[in-house]
């Protein structure tokens, strides 16, 4: 009966029901105390009533449910101390009863449960010392007695809970510094200890615990320099401590945490440069510096950080900031007004939005370059005092500041087609002065030369390409069955001549696959660079649907940039020869590593679930960030190709459609079987739901090795003893382990969310991105305690709840 959205207060009549063993009326709406008649069920086991309104307090008839092994009040409105019958259920192995607002102390009682593997007492009014008896529980692995205001010392007998994997002490009022002991918790995976106000310096044993997964020592009055230590704890995926005063420079050992994903370093008193070694924590989407004494520059090596998602350098001593050619989104941070010493600052060509916040004339910038961006609103007064400025490209609009022309050429404005002047035009302005006369004198004899130079350039290219024509097959006759022969580009270094050479004509030998249109050959270039190229055959070229599909790739694929979006270098668009030319995939398509043996093994878990994670950031930045939305319509593992690093790439844009949400979006249904969203067949309205589905469907496939057509045509008959999700998973790989087993959960709940048959009732892919990015507390239980039943019935708002086993 569990989530099925029941109001009222639970029946007196479940007291009828004597032979019940398990219980489940979990997050539903139910309001009043526990019916009297419930403590009458004595051969319950399994008792869940968590997620709901209930109030009271919790009787001292909670003892005559001697057989409970797992009992979770949690998430409701309970008050009052804690029953002392509650130490009669020496059987409990599970006991759950955070989120309430119980208070008094914790009964000294509660040792008798020796049973116990998982205790929250977390989020209610608690108060008083640790008791000791809670040393006897040896056999926890998790304990959480977060957000209360337990006060006194941290007890060092926590020390003898040796099989702890989970320990949560954060939020309370504790006192003092950690104990030696509980650096002998060697199962640890996840130690909370924020926000309780514990002082001394952090021991380098720490490096015991190189389980940990999740380390947040935040909000503490910690003083010295980081461990060394701290390097050991290779395992760690979030490091927060922030909020603290510790010194010294932030060491360089720290690049041996590969996996963090998390680091919050601000609020310190960290001193000098930032390591070079930091920009080697390529998986890192989450970073914070800020408030510090941080100086020197921020390299264009940050770019390296190519998952970063979230950057704080603000209030530090930072000189220079150097971030172009990256994929920085977002606006630029209002606190960066307030880096006075910053003289260098370079955000060029990325993808910053909003206005300038820059507005105090306090900043001594000598260079800023905020070119080719999408910055809005006016230009700020003060740069007319900035030495070397560049605000080209964007959509800047307004009047140019008063004598801008004194300080600044008007090329640095190119490319904003919304300012205007005082004169209502761009300049050339009048001389004003001598020293103006002599700066333009200046340029003059500056332009001159550059023209004339430009201009032999010009005509000697001209009659080189003369003579090229003249040479070859092709005349410029041909012009008429479309353009000419030559290749759009990003870089220019890319000349049509050479894909001819160097694919021979297009040879067979170069051919390395085939497509849903067309045939994709590999072609080194004579600079080194080697390319993928997708060509349209002749008689592909002469039906409508290819041409169509194929001028429809190039529209898309030029006005979007993404990491996991396949980039497109050029192309060729004469009817008598038309091909893509794109960036070159050496792993090939998803769909054929999974399908071979050797290769799939090479994909661990880790990977898969990147390779997951990735797809959705790709769909999330079409869907949500692209004006208007863009639906791919065709996401499959064909569709998802792979680097040399095994990084994921979403491709083929032939079918993709721009959505205009002010109309019906209906068309013709376009895709691959199997992977296409089941409301098509009768609505044939696209919208970005379909790509959700068919993101649930490769999801799935990716864990379990093959794609799931027997799982999504069985789905509506599952039970909860039917199908367990670890049984599903691909049976080449090796059991995950408890580091990964937390993602794959989040991967499988999120995809059958996906693939509910309602469109209505699935997630947008940003909410999905934005769930890969955030850090939740790790599962308790392992993979083979959920049943794919459970995971359908998961709902995705329960994210972040009190109980870590439900999404």
């Given amino acids: ?471 070859t097959q092709f005349e410029s006759r041909e012009t008429k069955n479309g353009n000419l022969f030559s290749i759009w580009n990003y870089d220019g270094h890319i000349a049509y001549e050479d894909i001819i050479e160097t694919t021979e004509d297009f040879d067979i030998k170069y051919c390395i696959g085939t497509g849903g249109y067309g045939s994709v050959y590999k072609a080194e270039l004579p600079c080194g660079k080697v390319v993928a190229l997708k060509k349209l055959h002749r008689l592909e070229a002469e039906n409508p649907t290819f041409d169509m599909s194929f001028r429809n790739e190039v529209k898309v694929l030029t006005e979007i940039r993404h990491r996991n979006i396949i980039k497109l270098h050029g192309f060729c668009l004469h009817k008598r020869c038309m091909f893509l030319v794109y960036e070159y995939m050496e792993r090939g398509s998803l769909f054929c590593v999974l399908n071979n043996d050797v290769e799939a093994m090479e994909l661990d878990w880790r990977k898969r679930v990147n390779i997951i994670k990735d797809t959705a950031h790709a769909l999330s930045y079409m869907h949500h960030e692209c004006i208007p939305a863009i639906v791919h319509r065709d996401i499959t593992s064909n569709n998802i190709l792979l680097n040399s690093k095994l990084e994921a790439f979403v491709s083929d844009f032939g079918t993709a459609k721009l959505i205009d949400h002010n109309s019906s979006n209906q068309t013709l249904v376009a895709g691959t079987y199997g992977y296409i969203a089941p409301e098509l067949a009768y609505t044939m309205k696209v919208t970005e739901k379909c790509d959700v589905y068919s993101f649930g469907v490769v999801a799935l496939e990716i864990l379990m090795g093959r794609h799931p057509t027997e799982l999504l045509t069985s789905l509506s008959s599952l039970s909860s003893q039917n199908v367990m999700l670890h049984e599903i998973l691909d049976q080449r790989l090796p059991p995950p382990n408890h580091l990964v087993a937390h993602d794959i959960f989040i991967v499988a709940t999120i995809a059958f969310a996906c693939l509910h048959t309602k469109p209505k009732s699935r997630p947008e892919m940003k909410f999905v991105s934005q769930e890969f990015l955030s850090q939740k507390k790790p599962i308790a239980k392992p993979l083979h305690a959920f049943s794919l039943w459970q995971l359908r019935n998961q709902e995705l708002y329960m994210v972040g709840s009190g109980d870590e086993t439900q999404l």
């Fill in 1 to 471: 009966m569990h989530e099925n959205q029941i109001d009222g207060s639970i029946s007196q009549k479940l007291g009828n029901l004597k032979n019940l063993v398990h219980l489940d009326l979990s997050n539903n709406f139910f309001v009043g105390p526990i019916p009297s008649s419930l403590w009458l069920l004595t051969n319950l086991a399994h008792l869940d009533i968590s997620g709901n309104q209930i109030n009271g307090s919790i009787s001292q008839k909670l003892g005559n449910l001697e057989n409970l092994v797992h009992l979770d009040l949690s998430n409701n409105n309970f008050v009052g101390p804690i029953p002392s019958s509650l130490s009669l259920l020496t059987n409990l192995a599970h006991l759950d009863i955070s989120g309430n607002q119980i208070n008094g102390s914790i009964s000294q009682k509660l040792g008798n449960l020796e049973n116990l593997v998982h205790l929250n007492l977390g989020h209610n009014n608690f108060v008083g010392p640790i008791p000791s008896s809670l040393s006897l529980l040896t056999n926890l692995t998790h304990l959480d007695i977060s957000g209360n205001q337990i006060n006194g010392s941290i007890s060092p007998k926590l020390g003898n809970l040796k099989n702890l994997v989970h320990l949560d002490l954060g939020h309370n009022n504790f006192v003092g510094s950690i104990p030696s002991s509980l650096w002998l918790l060697t199962n640890l995976a996840h130690l909370d200890i924020s926000g309780i106000q514990i002082n001394g310096s952090i021991s380098q044993k720490l490096g015991n615990l190189e389980n940990l997964v999740h380390l947040n020592l935040s909000r503490n009055n910690f003083v010295g320099p980081i461990p060394s230590s701290l390097s050991l704890l290779t395992n760690l995926t979030h490091l927060d401590i922030s909020g603290n005063q510790i010194n010294g420079s932030i060491s360089p050992k720290l690049r041996n945490l590969k996996n963090l994903i998390h680091l919050d370093l601000g609020r310190n008193n960290f001193l000098g440069p930032l390591p070079s070694s930091l920009w080697f924590l390529t998986n890192l989407t989450y970073l914070d510096i800020r408030e510090n004494q941080i100086n020197g520059s921020i390299s264009v090596e940050i770019g390296y950080l190519q998952n970063l998602a979230y950057l704080y350098l603000d209030a530090n001593n930072l000189t220079e900031l150097f971030l172009s050619h990256n994929y920085l989104n977002g606006s630029i941070p209002p606190g960066m007004r307030y880096l006075n010493v910053l003289n260098s600052i370079d955000f060029s060509h990325n993808f910053i939005s909003g206005e300038i916040p820059f507005e105090r004339e306090d900043i001594y910038l000598r260079f800023l370059d905020l070119s080719y961006n999408n910055l809005t609103g006016p230009i700020p007064f003060i740069f007319n005092y900035v030495e070397k400025l560049n605000l080209s490209y964007n959509s800047l609009k307004g009047q140019i500041p008063y004598g801008y022309g004194l300080y600044h050429t008007f090329d640095t404005l190119i490319g904003n087609k919304d300012l205007y002047h005082e004169t209502k035009d761009f300049p050339p302005l009048l001389p004003s002065s001598p020293s103006r006369n002599r700066s333009n004198v200046t340029k003059i004899r500056l332009l001159v030369p550059i023209i004339i130079f430009l201009g032999l350039l010009v005509l000697g290219g001209l009659i080189f390409r003369q003579c090229k024509v003249k040479n």
